[in-house]
Each structure stands twice: as C-alpha cells, then as structure tokens.
C-alpha cells in the first residue's frame, strides 16, 4: 500500500508512541497525531510534546467534550440504549467523532490515510474503520497491531527502546483502559476469568458502595425536551453538568457494571464498566418517560433503544437508520421536559419522585378514593371484547 500521509488517533500511551516510528518505518510515510479531550481526565499539553518528540510533523490536541455530549452522547441518551441492556456506550459513542475529527484533518492536510491503535479482535477497529469509509470512501485505514511482527509488550518495550520512545517507568495495570466523560471501560488481564470478582483497585470513578456514605443523598434532576439542564435547581452546561453527576453519584458507588458481552467479531468478552452519571441520569430520564410516554409509545421506543444502542456499538454510527431513528426519539422527546428526584445510595440511584407539566398520569383515573373519575363497570364490556379472540379459540379447540 502506498501512503504519503497519515493521520494517526494518538492516546500519548507506548502503543500509539510506538505506532508513530512504525508508521515512518514501515510506509515511509510523515504521520500527523490526533488527540481528542472527550474527558478522560489527562493533561493533554505533555501528549503533543510527546507526539512531536516521537517524530510526528504535526499535533493536533482539541477538547470536544461538549460535541460528544451534544451530538453522541445525548442521541442515545434520549432512547435510554444501552448495548444488551447494560453498557451506556461509552467507548463505542466516541470512537465515530474521533473519527470525523481524523477524516477532516486528513481532507485539510492532504492526508491519504488515518491509523488507529486498536487490535484485529475488538470493536473498536470496527467503529475507526467503518466510520472512516463511510465519511469519506476512498481513505485508507491503517491498524498496525493488526498487522505489526511485534507479538507482546515486552518486544514493544525492546522497539521503542531501540527507538528513543520514552517507556512508561510506573508499572502497568494489566488491564486495557478506555475513560471519557461518559464512562469508563476495563477489560483484560484476570478479569478475562468471568469467574473472578473484580478487585476493588480497578475502581476509579466510583466509591466502593461498602464505605459510600451511611446517608442517602437526593439530587434533583431537570430536563428540557430529554437532555439534562440543571441539577440541585441550578442550570449548567452539559460538560459541566455530567461532570458533577460523576462526581455525585460515583460518592455514593453508584454506576458499577460487570457483564460478558457480545462483541461483533463474534466472542464474548468480560467488560467492566464504571458510569456514574450515565447511570444516575438514565435512571432519572426512564422515570420521567414512564410519566410522559403513552403505553405502546413506551414500549417501541424500549424495542427500538435495543437496535440503537446494536447500531452503536457495531460501528454503524454514520447511517441512515440511525439518523431516522434520531427522528423518532426527537419526536418522543418534544414533551420529555420536568424534574425527577433520584436517591443515591450505596451502589444504587433510584428514581423517588417525578412530576411533569406533560404527564399522562391522571390521579382521578388511578385512584381508588372516592374521587375515583374511573367507570367501574365498563370494565365488564372491555374484557368481553378483549378476551373474545382467546374465548373463540378454547371453543374451537375444545370440540376435537
Ligand atoms: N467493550 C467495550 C466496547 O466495545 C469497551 C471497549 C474498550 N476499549 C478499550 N480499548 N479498552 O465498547
């Protein structure tokens, strides 16, 4: 393959340091670096030192926190996916706005190429890869782990040595992290043992919920239209606001997930998930679906969160489906606007209280006092006619 110019996702990591003498090595070809600030709580100043000492011509270092929560994170948010209803997506809704950030630089630039550090048996090279095609069909995608003689971190270490890489002097957690705004991914190492209960040190954004404090704490959640605008009664900013659920509910353990997913390539794989405030407010948005939203309204946008979240986490970000599907909860969330009460509290964030200017909900209809609007005895002819299919059948059956 012949490449003038590549673009390459860069984290700062020994992985990526390495890819950058690798890319020159192998291609022949200069290799800009590209870091996206999606709240992964680094310095990012060090990282474009780094990438130009590492050989790079140019470093590009951008903080794009607020279009990840605007333009990614909330299109989820507002069908409540979750992958195998579980995952809040974190790592997958990143992975396309790197990318479109990547394929503009490459257009800019001039670039023929973009290069990601991902492995051959992940989602991740899907998301890069599928992405990257569908925004601009003619680049090329380089994933040099898929196809570099290097077969462990020990032969990395040996190569950037060779090279001048600086390598990491603090040991290494054996596990693979991957941290933004909205979440934090780990996997690997003896977690790969489903059997084996993750130590409490793999913990970074939540408390363990045995030593979260003995009293519950009540945030008061506002949404307009389906995204989150104010907490405690004070209105914010979505980066600002998201951080502080973090901050939040991760005090009080909540957030913790711990599954054996289904990847795309076709294996299951343990994951370990920490995602305080998606859990918080997911939790306080359901609530106020479940206020606003007739039963069937309900009950497709929950199939249908399903799909969104599989379109997600499969790569398939920069598609039709998905933007069609965008219409939909748009819709569904024109009247998604109220406040919900959540209650943190060792490990769990549950909805107490929510109240709408748009609910269905009628007290006159579901009450049992004497206020009761309900007429009782219709309800006779309602299970006449509805259970009438179900009566002709058994008479049917019967007579044989
Ligand atoms: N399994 C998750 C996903 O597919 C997390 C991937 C985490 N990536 C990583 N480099 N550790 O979205």
Known sequence: MDVKRVVLAYSGGLDTSVIVKWLQDKYGCEVITYTADLGQNEEL???????????????????????????YVMK??????????????????GRPLITKKMIEIAKNEGADAIAHGSTGKGNDQVRFDVSAVALKPDIKVIAPVREWELKSRDEEIEYAKKHGIPVPVTKDKPYSIDRNIWGLSIEAGPLEDPYFEPPEDIYSMTEDPLKAPDKPEYVEIDFEQGIPVALNGERMGLVELVDQANKLAGKHGVGRIDMVENRLVGIKSREIYEAPAATMLLEAKRSLDELILDRETLHLKDQLALKYAELVYYGYWFCELREALDAFADKLNERATGTVKVKLYKGKATAVARKSPYALYSKELATYDPTDKFVHKYGEAFCYIWGLPLKVAA?????D
């Open 395 to 399: 008479q049917v059956k019967n007579k």
């Open 45 to 71: 100043e060090p990282i474009k030192e780094k990438a130009l000492k590492v050989g790079a011509v140019k470093a590009y270092i951008e903080d794009v926190r607020e279009e990840f929560l605007e333009d």
């Open 76 to 93: 989820a948010f507002k069908f409540g996916a979750l992958y195998e209803g579980k995952y809040p997506l974190a790592t997958a809704l």
